[in-house]
Each structure stands twice: as structure tokens, then as C-alpha cells.
């Protein structure tokens, strides 16, 4: 449930994202998901591989000399440390931080992070010899949180340029999709649904638009390999050129026409079932296991920096016996708790 998926009910669903100036980064990350029916609970492993202490940004005038953001590193590690509940979905750029959104004036957002609760994992080194970290994250309550997901949702849906844009990354675009929309909004009618044991999106959409959508959702890269070739795009937003010979490289045919959104769901297993007002996206099926989603981080800082002697400063052991089969195992054991 996370920019379409975070930007609509991920975005929605973590809500503010603060953008950091340095501090804390990662080349990758792990997520690690399931929900568990009986309990009402998400429960996910977020796993940040490569940590390291990013370059100082600026965004006017020359970058200082000291381009290791220090100050912001420091602050970042002693809040982890004390437990403080700081979470990065896919990217150390995109960094919510639950406290301040529990003190939200938006009645939402603060019962949303009311719902969350996150445990920190110790720091290790991989075979790789980089700097790892892992965090359980917990959604208490989830049939409540989608109560809230469907306002939050309706809500974005009420602006009409919104609801077009939200209708376009979907694929519902005819007047049929459009009628079956404003109805459902005027109905008031749920869109996030929790169904014996099966999470629910439900999109209202014509028969075409609702055929389409499971093509594409079942077409779309993985966010592994979206994220790949959109890095070795230069720069990453430019149209398609052709290289030398008039030849257009593959990755940039790869990501002509590709929706965020789409490759969220195809990336998290979603499985999208025609129905007879449009498509069902199951975003769990209680029959599934975990599901693991590697992603690579979307911005590159060129300026990095050694964590290590941030760590040793603090005197925190670096543990080295850590496995995936450690990480799935510690899993397994806090969801069982």
C-alpha cells in the first residue's frame, strides 16, 4: 500500500514524507510482507542494505567543502537508537516520521500512524562487507485503517482534476468508467475492503477498461528491474532518443508508457479479478505467503560517506552472522507474537 500507490493510498497510507538534505542512505532495500487474517495485522520487514552517510545537498550556490551532512547523520542515528519510529519506503528521500504525523492536525493522518508501530533491528555487515539495518514494521487494525484509506481516498477523489489523473493511471479513461466512478463516489461506496481474509481495492470500470487494466497490471516490469533501467537513463525523465545508428537502447523502450502505479501492483503480487462493475485488485489473498519485494534506491547521491565510525562512536556492534535465513526466521517470530 505505497509515488501512485504512495502517491494515492500509500502516500495515503504513510502520508507526509519529509525530504531529507543528507542524513542517512541506502543502495537497496528489502521488504519483506504479510497479513495475517486472524490477528487483523500487517506486518513487514523493511531491510536497508548498503547504509551509508549521504552528501550534504544544496540546492543553491556552491556545496561546502565538508560534504558528508554530519550534523543530519548524528541526529538521524541517535533518534534510531533511541527508538524513535522513522521509517524510508523504497528510498531514503521518502522518510516518514510517525511522531510528528501522531500529532497531526489532519484526524486522518494521526489515527493512520496510530495504527503503526515499528521495532528496530540491529545493525549488520552482509557478505558484501556493506553496512545493513533491518526494522519490523506492524499495522494494527487494518479493517479500521482501510475505513480510513477509503475517506482519504473520496476525499482526493472530490478535486475532478484528481479523480481524471487517478482514473488515467488506471486505464479507466471511457465515459462508461467515468459514469461508474462518479457513482461510486456519490455512493459513497467503499473502495478498500477487507473480504474473508482477502485485502480489496475495488476499481469501478467499464468491461474494455477492466480487460485492459489486468493486461497491464500483468505486463508490467518488476520494480526491481523498473528501477534498474530507469537509472541508466540519463537523464531519467528525458523522452526516448536514438543512440548511435538510430537504435533506441532497450531500457528506454522499456519504460515508454509505463504507470508507477501499474508496476507497484505487479511488483507486490496484486492480483487483479474481473468482476461485473470493474476489477477487484486482491492485494492479499489469505492463502499467500510472504512476499518479498527487493527495490533499488530511486535517487543516487554520488557524495557517500562510511557509517562504520558513526557506529563505533556509539559503540554499537556491527552483528556479522546475519543471514537471510536469520532475517526470515526473526520474521516469522515477531509476527507470531
Known amino acids: 500500500m505505497w509515488r501512485a500507490l504512495r502517491g494515492s493510498f500509500a502516500s495515503a497510507a504513510l502520508a507526509t514524507f519529509a525530504l531529507l538534505a543528507g542524513c542517512l542512505d541506502f543502495d537497496e532495500q528489502e521488504i519483506r510482507v504479510a497479513y495475517d487474517a486472524g490477528r487483523d495485522r500487517i506486518d513487514a ?142 455512493a459513497k461506496a467503499r473502495w478498500f475492503e477487507c473480504v474473508d481474509g482477502a485485502l480489496i481495492w475495488h476499481v469501478p470500470a467499464s468491461e474494455g477498461d477492466a480487460r485492459a487494466l489486468v493486461k497491464s497490471i500483468e505486463a508490467a516490469p518488476t520494480l526491481e528491474r523498473y528501477l534498474k533501467r530507469r537509472r541508466e537513463r540519463e537523464p531519467s525523465d528525458a523522452p526516448a532518443t536514438p543512440a548511435a545508428g538510430g537504435v533506441v537502447r532497450e531500457s528506454e523502450v522499456a519504460l515508454r508508457g509505463v504507470e508507477w502505479l501499474l508496476v507497484l501492483l505487479r511488483s507486490f503480487g496484486v492480483e487483479p479479478r474481473l468482476t461485473t462493475r470493474g476489477v477487484d485488485l486482491v492485494l492479499w489473498d489469505p492463502k499467500r505467503t510472504p512476499q518479498v519485494v527487493r527495490v533499488p534506491a530511486t535517487f543516487v547521491n554520488d557524495w557517500r560517506f562510511d557509517l562504520l565510525p558513526y557506529l563505533e562512536k556509539r559503540h554499537v556492534v556491527v552483528r556479522t552472522d546475519v543471514t537471510d535465513e536469520v532475517l526470515r526466521r526473526d520474521f516469522d517470530e515477531r509476527r507470531a507474537k
Open 45 to 186: 520487514q523493511l531491510v536497508y542494505v548498503g547504509l551509508h552517510s549521504s552528501g550534504k545537498l544544496e540546492l543553491f550556490g556552491t556545496p561546502p567543502e565538508e560534504r558528508d551532512d554530519v550534523e543530519g547523520t548524528e541526529r538521524q542515528l541517535d533518534q534510531l537508537f533511541a527508538g524513535w519510529p522513522l521509517v524510508a519506503l523504497f528510498d531514503a528521500v521518502y522518510l516518514t516520521d510517525l511522531v510528528e504525523l501522531r500529532r497531526s492536525n489532519d484526524a486522518l493522518q494521526a489515527s493512520l500512524a496510530e495504527a503503526i508501530t515499528v521495532d528496530q533491528g540491529a545493525p549488520f555487515q552482509d557478505s558484501a562487507g556493506r553496512i545493513c539495518g533491518w526494522q519490523h514494521l506492524r499495522v494494527r487494525d487494518v479493517h479500521h485503517v482501510f475505513e480510513i484509506l477509503d475517506e482519504m481516498l473520496r476525499a482526493k477523489l472530490a478535486d475532478a482534476k484528481e479523480e481524471l489523473d487517478f482514473r488515467r493511471k488506471l486505464g479507466c479513461t471511457s465515459k462508461v468508467s467515468a459514469t461508474l466512478w462518479k457513482a461510486a463516489l456519490d
